[in-house]
C-alpha cells in the first residue's frame, strides 16, 4: 500500500525553529514529486511547493518562497519542511502529496498540525 | 498575483445534479492549465477526485465527472448523495507553479 505518513502535530513559540516530516512507504520515493500544502485555520488550501527526491528538484510558490525550506531525505524516503523562526501566522494544518502521473494527492498525507503561540 | 476563483457555498438536495466551477483571473481555463478537483470532509486530508482536466482516480465515484464549461473548469455532481457534502477545491496549473481556488462548500440539504 502507497502511504505518505506524516510526523506528529508541534507546538512552538515564535522565533523557534522547527522540521515537519512526510515519509514514503510502499514505492519509489525517489521517481515521485512530492507537494507541500498549507491550510490555515479555517481557510483553503495553499500551494506551497514541491520537490523531486530523485534530484532534489525543488520548485516554491513565490509566496513562500524564502519563508520555508523544502527538502528529501532518499536514504530514508522522507521528505521535509522546515522554518528557521516560525511566526504566529504559521499555525496551521501542513500536508504533503504525491504526484502519480498526471495527478496529484495519490495518496495525501495525514497532516501535521503546527501550533505557533507564545 | 493569479487568482482562482470558486462559487463560496452551493446548496443541493438528494438527487440533484450540481456543477462547481473554477475560474482564472488569467482569462480562459484550457487544458493547458491541468485542472484538477479535490474533497475535503471536515477534519479530514484532501481526497483526489478529478486530474488532467476529465480524468478519474481509480476510487472517484462515477457521479463526479470533470470539464471545461465556459472558460472555466466544472465539477459536476450528477445524483448528490448526502456523503457529497464537503469542500472541494480546484487547482490550476500555471507554468511550473500551481493555484488552489478558494473553495465550494457543498450542502446536500
Known amino acids: 500500500e502507497v502511504q505518505l505518513v506524516q510526523s506528529g502535530a508541534e507546538v512552538k513559540k515564535p522565533g523557534e525553529s522547527l522540521r515537519i516530516s512526510c515519509e514514503g512507504s510502499g514505492y519509489s520515493f525517489t521517481n515521485y514529486w512530492i507537494a507541500w500544502v498549507r491550510q490555515m485555520p479555517g481557510k483553503g488550501l495553499e500551494w506551497m511547493g514541491v520537490i523531486y527526491p530523485g534530484d532534489s528538484n525543488i520548485r516554491y510558490n513565490p509566496s513562500f518562497q524564502g519563508q520555508v525550506t523544502i527538502s528529501a531525505d532518499t536514504s530514508i524516503s522522507t521528505a521535509y519542511l522546515q522554518w528557521s523562526s516560525l511566526r504566529a501566522s504559521d499555525t496551521a494544518m501542513y500536508y504533503c502529496a504525491r504526484k502519480y502521473g498526471d495527478g496529484w494527492g495519490d495518496p495525501w498525507g495525514q497532516g501535521t498540525l503546527v501550533t505557533v503561540s507564545s | 498575483q493569479t487568482v482562482v476563483t470558486q462559487e463560496p457555498s452551493l446548496t443541493v438536495s438528494p438527487g440533484e445534479t450540481v456543477t462547481l466551477t473554477c475560474a482564472s483571473s488569467?482569462?480562459?481555463?484550457?487544458?493547458?492549465?491541468?485542472p484538477s478537483w479535490f474533497q475535503q470532509k471536515p477534519g479530514q486530508a484532501p481526497r483526489a477526485l478529478i486530474y488532467s482536466t476529465s480524468n478519474k482516480h481509480s476510487w472517484t465515484p462515477a457521479r463526479f465527472s470533470g470539464s471545461l464549461l465556459g472558460g472555466k473548469a466544472a465539477l459536476t455532481l450528477s445524483g448528490v448523495q448526502p456523503e457529497d457534502e464537503a469542500d472541494y477545491y480546484c487547482?490550476?496549473?500555471?507554468?511550473?507553479?500551481?493555484?488552489f481556488g478558494g473553495g465550494t462548500k457543498l450542502t446536500v440539504l
Open positions: 487547482l490550476l496549473l500555471y507554468g511550473g507553479l500551481r493555484v
Open positions: 488569467t482569462g480562459a481555463v484550457t487544458s493547458d492549465y491541468s
